[in-house]
């Protein structure tokens, strides 16, 4: 699975940042969540976990956090290099290149929804080994869409005309809730939001900010 979606995320590269990377212009909501994130974490250092051509990784950065990209693709990261001053380096979410408690923030926006039960289980693992105790992530996904329940898979096999093997996972918050829990993670908000009309794909979707526990 890894290196499928690996495959085809460096296949979609350069049209995905040339069609996404201005992608927060028309999402208010999505600003001001990370606006809010930003502020918590103050100048502290963040990871963007699948961080695509970094649209998100720069907003952080114009708000102050020291920001570093990871993505599976490495094309992806060259992309961040290109678009943006940021460092980014290609990494899997389930075995992040990072000591413990090397992170201020974490941020992770619709990049779980690639991964089986198992292996979400393991990146919310990681996310919190990363994170020192107290430290916030902000983690978005999926929930429906007209096609597709909460805990449907939608596989794609082309994309803007490229040859693909990617599934989108359909997630339940309630179940993400409690698998960042059992991860270590307290939660401390939750946003569940209709698409923006014209904008993105039209799914349901569903952002939680949650805390490292402090407890050990």
Do not use: N
Not at 23 to 42: G, M, Q, S, T, Y
Not at 73 to 84: D, E, F, K, L, Y
Request: glycine residues 6%; proline residues 5%.
């Amino acid at each position: 699975m890894t290196d499928r979606t690996r495959r085809s995320y460096d296949l979609v590269a350069d049209r995905y940042a040339e069609e996404l990377s201005d992608e927060l212009r028309h999402k208010p909501l999505d600003r001001a969540l990370l606006d809010a994130f930003a502020e918590l974490v103050r100048e502290g250092t963040v990871a963007d976990i699948g961080c695509g051509p970094g649209q998100v990784a720069a907003h952080l950065a114009s708000r102050g956090s020291r920001v570093i990209g990871l993505d599976l693709s490495t094309a992806m990261c060259a992309a961040v290099r290109r678009r943006t001053s940021l460092p980014a380096g290609a990494a899997d979410m389930t075995a992040l290149p990072l000591r413990a408690a090397a992170l201020d923030g974490l941020v992770c926006l619709y990049a779980t929804i690639h991964l089986d039960d198992d292996q979400r289980a393991a990146a919310y693992r990681e996310f919190a080994r990363v994170l020192r105790p107290g430290a916030y992530a902000l983690l978005s996904f999926h929930v429906s869409d007209p096609d597709f329940p909460d805990g449907g898979v939608k596989t794609l096999g082309t994309w803007w005309g490229r040859d693909v093997d990617l599934d989108f996972r359909f997630l339940d918050p309630d179940a993400e809730i409690s698998a960042s829990r059992a991860a270590g993670f307290d939660l401390v908000a939750r946003l569940d939001r209709a698409p923006h009309p014209g904008s993105e794909h039209p799914s349901e979707r569903c952002t939680l900010l949650v805390r490292r526990s402090t407890l050990t």
